[in-house]
């Protein structure tokens, strides 16, 4: 366990600002406090186990969504699905970032996030209508609420391929999500972008959509499927 003095020192910053650091990650859950000294939390150790047993994906992904972001000037995401939630595996921030609720390791429901929508379309019945049960949450103003529209969505973006939520995690933001399949042709993640509505504006997505599918089979290649033998094999 360290002290506030003894992390400062180590990392050569002044006590208020790691004071300020602490705290943030304590409500994160990436640090303890136990009176007056700090220890790692449960966030960082289950993101560890994440980023140990998505090895593969997360270094496959990186060059990736480093050549999307120089591309569409947006951040770049990699998520899996984990019960009703999303969890940011990968995030390659834009030079002009907007201030979003994603982060490595962070959580978001599933059922308000492009990514989300994404990897519960390739779910099972089973596992959605367990995500319809336990409420559908309002988390942005455009935020689906209503089961049979929510339904509608996941079947629509099954059907063509990539998934579009506006306003629905954040207000006045944007995210695109396109599937990310391992060898044996199966949805195990998803690529996504997102930034504010007026630099995604309709007239431009379109053009999101195509670099975010492109990088989302690049990946997938990376990782083993071949589109053409798993679509003449169906």
Known sequence: MWSITEIA????????TVCRLAGDLVIEGFLQKTGTKYRLGLTLL??????????????EAKPVLINLVEELEETAHISILEGPDITYLHKVECKHPIRLLSQVGKKNPASCTSSGK???????EKVVQEIIAAGLLRMGPNSRTDPDEFLQDLH????????????ELH??????????RDYTGE????VSV?????????????QFIAEIMKAGKEISSHLGYMESIYENGR
Not at 9 to 16: F, H, I
Not at 171 to 180: K, T
């Open 194 to 206: 997102a930034g504010p509505k007026q630099r995604m504006m309709e007239d431009r997505i379109p």
């Open 187 to 190: 949805v195990i993640s998803a």
């Open 156 to 167: 629509k973006v099954k059907q063509q391929g990539y998934s579009v939520c506006i306003e």
């Open 118 to 124: 994404m990897l519960l379309a390739y779910q099972s």
């Open 46 to 59: 289950g993101l560890s186990g994440v980023i140990t047993s998505h090895l593969e994906i997360h270094r």
């Open 9 to 16: 020192k180590a990392l050569q910053l002044n006590k208020s």
């Open 171 to 180: 207000e006045d933001v944007v995210s695109i999500a396109a599937p990310i």
